[in-house]
């Protein structure tokens, strides 16, 4: 198993350009989420889904956009980009949402918005 | 917004002391997590807490679920140099809320 990848690893984006990061998990996880890590703030949710086809927002939405067409993919896109999307992002995917059943983290994309 | 506190922010230790750090809440949670993140990487799940007063270990990791469900504690035995990292704290206040993440502690260990 891959476990959850994310590409691309780096990316530098000039204000106002737009782009999706990917992201992919080969374990059959139902649950997929998107955190961003800013320095001194820990990860902060932005978009998580339950399974195919269902989304919802989490602390930090507004600037992103998610969908989920199949259990394996989970996208996040940036739909006009911002020096404050300067950020770390994670991808992370677990069995369900539920306690018990912990999150699995692909290695980050680091973005520059400039 | 942030509801949870980690201390220490950072530390410097030598090769082979313990390393004790904690996560405190201002709510009750029924589940503590802690991750390690490697730099470059994306975190890892260490040890895992369900139950108040539960104390778990993970090699020469201890985790503790406090007492009053409101912080949890991580103990590390003789540190190596492989131990550098940021280790988050995380928590749900109930089994099937969103996870809350710690603002970390960062670990730096001189040989």
């Known amino acids: 198993n891959a476990g959850v990848t994310q590409t691309p690893k780096f990316q530098v984006l000039k204000t106002g350009q737009s782009m999706t990061l990917q992201c992919a998990q080969d374990m059959n996880h139902e649950y997929m989420s998107w955190y961003r890590q800013d320095p001194g703030m820990g990860l902060r949710l932005i978009h998580y889904s339950v399974g195919a086809g269902i989304t919802d927002q989490g602390e930090v939405p507004n600037g992103y956009n998610v969908s989920r067409s199949t259990t394996e993919d989970f996208p996040l896109r940036l739909l006009s980009a911002a020096p404050s999307q300067t950020s770390v992002y994670f991808c992370?995917?677990?069995?369900?949402?539920?306690?018990?059943?912990?999150?699995?983290f692909g290695p980050g994309t680091r973005l520059t918005v400039l | 917004g942030q509801q949870l506190n980690q201390s220490p922010q950072s530390m410097f230790i030598q090769e082979g002391e313990d390393v004790s750090m904690n996560c405190t809440s201002s709510?009750?949670?029924?589940?503590w997590l802690w991750y390690k993140q490697d730099p470059g990487e994306g975190p890892v799940l260490l040890i895992a807490?369900?139950?108040?007063?539960e104390l778990t270990s993970n090699g020469r990791l201890t985790a503790q679920f406090g007492i009053t469900r409101k912080d949890s504690f991580l103990n590390i035995s003789a540190s190596i140099p492989s131990d550098v990292g940021i280790y988050f704290c995380?928590?749900?206040?109930?089994?099937?809320?969103?996870?809350?993440f710690g603002p970390g502690t960062s670990l730096s260990v001189i040989p």
């Open positions: 992370a995917s677990s069995y369900s949402a539920g306690a018990s059943h912990e999150q699995f």
């Open positions: 709510s009750i949670f029924n589940t």
């Open positions: 807490l369900y139950k108040a007063g």
């Open positions: 995380a928590g749900r206040k109930t089994s099937y809320d969103k996870v809350i």
